[in-house]
């Protein structure tokens, strides 16, 4: 059992940056794929990042290719996500997601992730 914590979140102007921390407890998240999804209001829930298990595959959507940049620090229980070059559109409720085994080629599809924090807001706007 994995307890997700995000943290980091809130209101940015465009093109500014924040940082997503999330915080796992109860396990050690290095047997776990991880990932970053987003829900904006109205849309489902997209694969904004992702990392396998072993770090050596990563998954961006084209959206934010570039832009963002997911990490791990195992020793610490970390998942981050820096965000560069923030728009409008990157607006939405961004979660946390911890799977076991997962498909490399199956990373984005939140179907597949077993643990989810319970979300955090993050609004782009002037």
Same mark, same amino acid.
């Given at each position: &059992? $994995? &307890?997700? $914590?995000?943290?980091?979140?809130?209101?940015v102007q465009p093109g500014g940056s924040l940082r997503l921390?999330?915080?796992?407890?109860?396990?050690?998240?290095d047997?776990?794929?991880i990932g970053w #999804? *987003? &829900?904006?209001?109205?849309?489902?829930r997209?694969? $904004?990042?992702?990392?396998?298990?072993?770090?050596?595959?990563?998954?961006?959507?084209?959206? $934010?290719?570039? *832009? #963002?940049?997911?990490?791990?620090?195992?020793?610490k229980n970390m998942v981050y996500l820096q965000m560069n070059d923030l728009k409008p559109e990157d607006t939405g409720h961004?979660?946390?997601?911890?799977?076991?085994?997962?498909?490399?080629?199956g990373l984005a599809d939140p179907v597949r992730y077993d643990y989810w924090g319970q979300g955090i807001a993050v609004t782009v706007s002037s």
């Open positions: &059992q $994995v &307890q997700l $914590v995000e943290s980091g979140g809130g209101l921390s999330c915080a796992a407890y109860g396990s050690r998240l047997y776990y794929g #999804f *987003r &829900q904006a209001p109205g849309k489902e997209e694969g $904004v990042s992702c990392k396998n298990t072993d770090g050596g595959t990563t998954y961006y959507a084209n959206s $934010v290719e570039g *832009r #963002f940049t997911i990490s791990r620090d195992n020793a961004y979660y946390c997601a911890a799977g076991i085994g997962l498909p490399n080629d």
